[in-house]
Each structure stands twice: as structure tokens, then as C-alpha cells.
């Protein structure tokens, strides 16, 4: 099924209890938020904190068949990056229709386990 075509615009807010992947201190946490994997944009990196708060948008030009958008939470370290979560937004279930997506995502960690935080992100569909 094809969708709308127009913008998305999606708003990185903040994060919560993000799980703590560092030894020493706290997260140095980061946001990649795509459609592939070939066109990520991210947030900037927030120093030693579990709780970010970034407030930043970006604008996406939507393609046909685009559905899921991606997004994943990062610690940014010396050497590589470690993986805090990873979520998905169904744009045909959540957005498409409705215009607007105010949402907290959780990071799961598995059925019936703890989350690894959550992610408070606005979506916006534009004609």
C-alpha cells in the first residue's frame, strides 16, 4: 500500500531512565531516527546523563512505501558506540490519518522483562 507523500517531521525530545551501559558515570546518550539504514540523521550526544533531553527536530521527505521509522538510542564511548534500545513507529497505524504522534516509546529488553528506558518523540505528517 502506498502512503501519503509529503514531510515528516520528528521531534526528538527527551529520554528517561535510559539503562546505563557505562562502567564509570552515565550514558553519553544519542538518538539515530531513519527509514533505512543509508539515511539516518542524529541527535547531538548529551554527556553523562540517563535522563537527555534533546529537543531536536528533523524533517524527513516521505517516499512512497515508507511505513516504519527507526529509532535507536546509543552511548557513545572512546571506542564505539554501545546500544541502549531500539523502537519502531508504524506511520500507516500511528500518523498517517491522524497528522500528529505524541508518544513515549519504551526500549523492551524482551517479553515480560524491564524496559531499557524510553523515548519521548512528537511525529508530524505534512501534505
Known amino acids: 500500500m502506498s502512503h501519503p507523500y509529503g514531510t515528516l517531521q520528528v521531534t526528538i ?5 535510559l539503562k546505563n551501559k557505562d ?3 552515565e550514558n553519553d546518550a544519542y538518538v539515530e531516527v531513519y527509514f533505512d539504514k543509508d539515511h539516518k540523521q542524529r541527535t547531538k550526544i548529551v554527556n553523562n ?3 537527555p533531553t534533546w529537543n531536536e527536530t528533523f524533517t524527513f521527505n516521505l517516499q512512497k512505501d515508507q511505513d516504519e521509522l527507526h529509532i535507536d538510542a546509543y552511548d557513545d564511548d572512546i571506542i564505539g ?3 541502549i534500545g531500539s523502537s519502531k513507529i508504524s506511520l500507516q497505524k500511528h500518523v498517517f490519518g491522524k497528522g500528529h ?3 513515549w516509546l519504551n ?3 524482551g517479553i515480560g522483562r524491564s524496559t531499557n528506558g524510553s523515548i519521548h518523540v512528537i511525529v508530524e505528517h505534512r501534505k
Open 49 to 51: 546523563s540517563n535522563n
Open 23 to 25: 562502567i564509570i558515570g
Open 107 to 109: 526500549f523492551s529488553v
Open 101 to 103: 504522534l505524541d508518544i
Open 81 to 83: 558506540r554501545d546500544l
Open 13 to 17: 525530545v527527551e529520554g528517561r531512565q
